[in-house]
């Protein structure tokens, strides 16, 4: 059983800094990549970064380029999601993700979430 535990989330003022980690667990198989969901009240789950597992590449939504970034540690199964410069319109609930292939099938996992909430 894929457990996904997210932690470092919380109520912090504009421009503040928070740091997110996401633990993966429970599998014997490995990640194509992980990265970070986020949904705030009344709007649909937005991807937020995303990381490949092997190589590394990254990919943001163009709102938090250049404010986040997200990490891996491989061995660990753990990503990370730097956030900078923290603005009210980052408050949701963010969603680590991790996905891979089944017979070509792609198959995704998701953490329980963990609140952000940015004050003005």
């Known amino acids: 059983q894929v457990q996904l535990v997210e932690s470092g989330g919380g109520l912090v003022q504009t421009g503040a800094s928070l740091r997110l980690s996401c633990a993966a667990s429970g599998s014997s198989f490995s990640f194509i990549g992980m990265g970070w969901y986020r949904q705030a009240p009344g709007k649909q789950r937005e991807l937020v970064a995303r990381?490949?597992?092997?190589?590394?590449?990254?990919m943001y939504a163009t709102s938090v380029k250049g404010r986040f970034t997200i990490s891996r540690d491989s061995a660990r199964k753990t990503v990370y999601l730097q956030m900078n410069s923290l603005k009210p319109e980052d408050t949701a609930l963010y969603y680590c993700?991790?996905?891979?292939?089944?017979?070509?099938?792609?198959?995704?996992?998701w953490g329980q979430g963990t609140q952000v909430t940015v004050s003005s």
């Open positions: 990381i490949a597992t092997s190589g590394g590449s990254t």
């Open positions: 993700n991790a996905y891979r292939l089944q017979a070509g099938v792609p198959l995704n996992y």
